[in-house]
Structure formats: C-alpha cells, structure tokens
C-alpha cells in the first residue's frame, strides 16, 4: 500500500510543497506527492492534467489517494463525482486533509454507502458553487465599474485578486480566520470585509481594474 499526496496549483501564491506540509502536519505519512501546477480545476478534468493521468496509472488496490480537500480533484460536479467513484472502483481509498473526509469503495452496509455517496454529492456541489459564486461576484464587480470612468474609485483594496479568490476559497472550506490570515498575510481586518461583503470586495478590484 501507498499513500500518495495530489496537490493542484493555480495560483502564484499556492505551492504543492505547503499543500503537503499540510498534509503531514494533520498525521498523513506520505509516499509520494504528485502536483499539477497552473491548472485550473474548472476546465480541466483531473484525467486531462499531466500528473492527474499518472494517478490514474499509479494509483492500485488499497493505496489511498490523499488530497487537501475535493476541489484539488476539480471544481465540476460531474467530473469530481465520478473521479472519487472510479478511484474506489479501483478499490482506492480517498481522503481530505480538510474536514477529514474518507471515501472507501470497500463499504458494503448500506447506511454508510448512503452518508459516504451523499458526501461525495455534496462536497462536489459545493466546489462547483464556489466557483459559480465567485464568478458572478466578479461579473457584478466589472457591471459596477461599467461606465463609471470619471467615478471616485475609493480606497484601492489592500489585496489583490489571487489574495482575494484564496480568502474565498478558504471560506468555502471552512477555515478560520486566524489560519487564513497566516496563510495569505491580509489583516484579519480585511478578512471579515471580504467574508461579510463579497461582492463590495470584488467591486472594488473591479473598480481598480486589480
């Protein structure tokens, strides 16, 4: 058995090493890390990355596959779903750093089969939900902007886009504050802007043209 590390990076400001830092510091041993970088998990299936096909060709019977949490997988509902669904197939075992989840294709009581396929559901709705809500948070950002050349900008925001789409990412998985603000290094401050006004956030990058 072998417990490999996916990381999927994409942005400038993540790393696959601190996504499996991570990883060993929540007590993962870990044998291998494979990581995708500048790929984005919305148009690109986790079977068309360079090393998402290698996992397919590695991963055996009993290894277990271990990623920060689903999104790395993708962020398609029909694509994350059936990716954890082959895996176990396979006889693969699947796990999140985040929330601890655990995915067994080996569970045969039918309760548990029940809780673990409407987590899989679920969790893989929630990364497609998040990447819709970003988008249309940008969408209402730039409609704002429209137009308004001669406006008053106001203040320009103290964090760029890639700050700010990992402070949403970092919500959407349940972070705290305190961890997300070590991670990024925006002020907590900041943070709670960003996490009770969404939209007024991504207006103002709009506005800054950020």
Known sequence: MQIVFYARVSTDEQTAAHQAKQAKAAG????????????????????DRPQGRRLFDMLRRDDVLVVRWVDRLGRNYADVTETIREFMRRGV???TVINGMVFDGATTDPMLMAVRDALILFMAA????????TKEAQKAGIEHAKGREDAYL???PSYTRKQFDSVVDAFNRGEAVAAIHKATGISRGTIYRI??????AEAALARWAA
């Open 154 to 156: 106001g203040r320009k």
């Open 195 to 200: 996490r009770d006004n969404r939209g007024q």
């Open 28 to 47: 993962f041993e870990i044998d291998v890390v494979v990581a995708d970088e500048g790929v984005s998990g919305v148009s690109t299936a986790l079977a």
């Open 93 to 95: 075992i699947v796990k």
């Open 126 to 133: 929630t990364a497609q939900a998040q990447t819709e809500a």
